[in-house]
C-alpha cells in the first residue's frame, strides 16, 4: 500500500465517538472519545491522574482521539484487513509518514493508530479493546503521543523518572536494565512516580511530564518488589509482565511534572550496595536516543538534537544497582536531595 492510496477519509466515521474525557499535559487539553462508557473506563486508567473536568472554548487548541472497534460487528474496518493482509512476522510494523499525516499498524497486537498534527486530530483502532495485549493496556497510543509531542516541541522519550521535593531524575536504558523495576520500587516508598517506560519531556523548559500512571515490570523482580504478584492487576500465566495502576487512592503519589536534575543510567550488578558513578553526556545521550529511537518508529535526526538539548548541562551517572530495594531507594533519596534545585 503506497502513501497515495490513504487518506483521513479511511477511517470510521468519528460520529460514532459519543463519550469523552479530558487531560492535560502540560498546559495542553488532549480529549478522548469513545464508543461507550465501557470503553472509557477500559482505557482510561493509564490517564486518571491526568484527568480534568475543564470545558475550553479554545477547542481548535485540544487534540482530539478517537477509540474505535468493531466488536459485536461482524465485518472489521477496512483498511486495518489491507494492512493486516499486507503485513506478517516478519514485518510487524508498517509505518506510513507523510506530514502531516502519520499511521502505524501493529501486527503484533493489531492496533492501528492515526494522527494529522494538521487537522489536531488522533484515530486509535483495534478490532476488539478487550483483546488488547498487556502493553496496550498500560501505555497506549504511544505513536500518537509520539508525534502529538513533537507538534508541541516536546518528545516522548522512552524512560522512567521519579523524583523527590520537586526534583526529577530520568532513567533510561533499554528493557531489563532495571529502570522500570526502580522507578516502582521508589513509588512504592513515597517518591513523586512520572513514568516507569515513558515520559514527556521538554527541551526548552528541562522539565519532565507524566503520560502514564501505570507500570510494565518484570515478574522476576520480586527480589525489589516482593508482592509484585498481589499488585499486578493482570498474572504471570497470561503475560509477560505485570501491569499496575499507581492509583493516588492507593496512596501513589503520581507528579504530573518535575524540573529535570540528573539522568541515571541504571546497571543491574547483583552486588549488595547501590552507588553512583559519573559519566559523560554521550553516554547517556547514546542510551536515550538508541532506545527512544528504537519505540517510536519514524522518529530521527531531529530526536537526537533535541534529546542533546534536553540533557545539556545536565549531571548524568550509572547507578549501580545493589539488592536491597531499601538501600536502593535511600540511596536514590539521598542523591536527588543533593542535586542543585
Given at each position: 500500500?503506497?502513501?497515495?492510496?490513504?487518506?483521513?477519509?479511511?477511517?470510521?466515521?468519528?460520529?460514532?465517538?459519543?463519550?469523552?474525557?479530558?487531560?492535560?499535559i502540560?498546559?495542553?487539553?488532549?480529549?478522548?472519545?469513545?464508543?461507550?462508557?465501557?470503553d472509557?473506563?477500559?482505557?482510561?486508567?493509564?490517564?486518571?491522574?491526568?484527568?480534568?473536568?475543564?470545558?475550553?472554548?479554545?477547542?481548535?487548541?485540544?487534540?482530539?482521539?478517537?477509540?474505535?472497534?468493531?466488536?459485536?460487528?461482524?465485518?472489521?474496518?477496512?483498511?486495518?484487513?489491507?494492512?493486516?493482509?499486507?503485513?506478517?512476522?516478519?514485518?510487524?510494523?508498517?509505518?506510513?509518514?507523510?506530514?502531516?499525516?502519520?499511521?502505524?499498524?501493529?501486527?503484533?497486537?493489531?492496533?492501528?493508530?492515526?494522527?494529522?498534527?494538521?487537522?489536531?486530530?488522533?484515530?486509535?483502532?483495534?478490532?476488539?479493546?478487550?483483546?488488547?495485549?498487556?502493553?496496550?493496556?498500560?501505555?497506549?497510543?504511544?505513536?500518537?503521543?509520539?508525534?502529538?509531542?513533537?507538534?508541541?516541541?516536546?518528545?516522548?522519550?522512552?524512560?522512567?523518572?521519579?523524583?523527590?521535593?520537586?526534583k526529577?531524575?530520568?532513567?533510561?536504558?533499554?528493557?531489563?536494565?532495571?529502570?522500570?523495576?526502580?522507578?516502582?520500587?521508589?513509588?512504592?516508598a513515597?517518591?513523586?512516580?512520572?513514568g516507569?517506560?515513558?515520559?514527556?519531556?521538554?527541551?526548552?523548559?528541562?522539565?519532565?511530564?507524566?503520560?502514564?500512571?501505570?507500570?510494565?515490570?518484570?515478574?522476576?523482580?520480586?527480589?525489589?518488589?516482593?508482592?509484585?504478584k498481589?499488585?499486578?492487576?493482570?498474572?504471570?500465566?497470561?503475560?509477560?509482565?505485570?501491569?499496575?495502576?499507581?492509583?493516588?487512592?492507593?496512596?501513589?503519589?503520581?507528579?504530573?511534572?518535575?524540573?529535570?536534575?540528573?539522568v541515571?543510567?541504571?546497571?543491574?550488578?547483583?552486588g549488595?550496595e547501590?552507588?553512583?558513578v559519573?559519566?559523560?553526556?554521550?553516554?547517556?545521550?547514546?542510551?536515550?536516543?538508541?532506545?527512544?529511537?528504537?519505540?517510536?518508529?519514524?522518529?530521527?535526526?531531529?530526536?537526537?538534537?533535541?534529546?542533546?538539548?534536553?540533557?545539556?548541562?545536565?549531571?548524568q551517572?550509572?547507578?549501580?544497582?545493589?539488592?536491597?530495594?531499601?538501600?536502593?531507594?535511600?540511596?536514590l533519596?539521598?542523591?536527588?536531595?543533593?542535586?542543585?534545585?
Amino acid at each position: 500500500m503506497s502513501l497515495n492510496n490513504i487518506s483521513w477519509e479511511m477511517f470510521p466515521d468519528r460520529g460514532q465517538c459519543l463519550k469523552n474525557r479530558t487531560i492535560k499535559i502540560k498546559d495542553k487539553l488532549i480529549q478522548f472519545y469513545f464508543m461507550t462508557e465501557h470503553d472509557a473506563e477500559s482505557m482510561m486508567p493509564p490517564f486518571e491522574h491526568l484527568r480534568v473536568i475543564e470545558h475550553t472554548t479554545n477547542m481548535h487548541d485540544t487534540f482530539h482521539i478517537y477509540i474505535l472497534h468493531d466488536e459485536g460487528k461482524e465485518k472489521k474496518f477496512p483498511i486495518w484487513e489491507r494492512l493486516e493482509k499486507a503485513a506478517s512476522n516478519d514485518k510487524k510494523l508498517q509505518t506510513y509518514n507523510h506530514h502531516p499525516f502519520h499511521l502505524l499498524y501493529n501486527y503484533e497486537s493489531k492496533v492501528l493508530t492515526g494522527i494529522n498534527t494538521d487537522k489536531n486530530e488522533g484515530y486509535y483502532y483495534i478490532p476488539s479493546l478487550s483483546d488488547r495485549p498487556y502493553y496496550e493496556k498500560a501505555a497506549p497510543m504511544r505513536m500518537i503521543f509520539h508525534y502529538w509531542a513533537q507538534a508541541q516541541g516536546l518528545i516522548l522519550l522512552h524512560g522512567a523518572s521519579v523524583g523527590f521535593n520537586y526534583k526529577g531524575v530520568l532513567m533510561a536504558g533499554r528493557g531489563g536494565s532495571g529502570k522500570s523495576t526502580t522507578a516502582l520500587s521508589a513509588a512504592l516508598a513515597g517518591f513523586d512516580y512520572l513514568g516507569d517506560d515513558y515520559v514527556i519531556a521538554d527541551p526548552n523548559g528541562k522539565t519532565i511530564h507524566s503520560l502514564y500512571g501505570s507500570s510494565k515490570t518484570r515478574w522476576n523482580a520480586e527480589k525489589i518488589i516482593p508482592d509484585i504478584k498481589e499488585l499486578a492487576i493482570n498474572r504471570g500465566s497470561e503475560d509477560e509482565k505485570g501491569i499496575f495502576f499507581l492509583d493516588k487512592d492507593k496512596g501513589f503519589n503520581i507528579g504530573k511534572s518535575l524540573a529535570l536534575k540528573a539522568v541515571l543510567l541504571p546497571v543491574i550488578t547483583g552486588g549488595s550496595e547501590t552507588c553512583f558513578v559519573k559519566i559523560n553526556g554521550t553516554e547517556a545521550l547514546m542510551s536515550l536516543a538508541s532506545s527512544t529511537i528504537f519505540q517510536m518508529p519514524g522518529s530521527g535526526k531531529e530526536l537526537l538534537s533535541e534529546i542533546s538539548k534536553l540533557i545539556k548541562d545536565i549531571p548524568q551517572y550509572r547507578i549501580m544497582l545493589g539488592n536491597k530495594p531499601e538501600e536502593i531507594n535511600e540511596k536514590l533519596k539521598k542523591m536527588i536531595n543533593q542535586l542543585q534545585g
